[in-house]
Structure formats: C-alpha cells, structure tokens
C-alpha cells in the first residue's frame, strides 16, 4: 500500500523481481494482478517461492501511463523463521 498520499495513475502497470542475495541471478518474475491507485497485488503461488531463501533481494517496478518503467521500491526478502 501506498503512504503519503501518493497514488498510481489509471493504466499503471507494475512488476516484482527476486534476485539472489549477490543480485546476480534472477530467482523470480511476477506481473502485478492488480494495481489499484493506492496498491500493488502480485499473486504467487506458494511453491513458486519456497526456493527464494531469507536475504534475496526484490525490486517492485512500476510504469505508469507515458512514463519509463522505474524502481520503486527494492529491498531485501524476510522470509519468517528461514535462514
């Protein structure tokens, strides 16, 4: 969800990529479901990223209408009671 009363355009297109921890290999790609003026959904089916381990690291790309595809947010993956 979005903070600070920032929005996405109608016609917003958006997209998740997981590397490994040294960013070098890429471990998944998934277009977003949804995107809504306030949210990105992405629907990943759980076997798709058992084999991302804990320290990946994700970047969530978003185009909006007219404008170049850019990072908007990137980070590292915090798998829950994984190493």
């Keep these: 969800n979005m903070a600070g009363g920032q929005s996405f355009a109608v016609g917003t297109v958006a997209d998740f990529e997981v590397y490994d921890r040294e960013r070098d290999v890429l471990l998944g790609y998934w277009p977003a479901a949804e995107v809504t003026a306030t949210s990105v959904q992405v629907d990943i089916l759980a076997a798709l990223v058992d084999g991302i ?31």
């Design 53 to 83: 381990p804990n320290g990946s690291f994700y970047t969530l790309y978003v185009s909006e209408p007219g404008y170049p595809r850019v990072a908007w947010y990137e980070g590292p993956v915090w798998r829950k009671g994984r190493a």
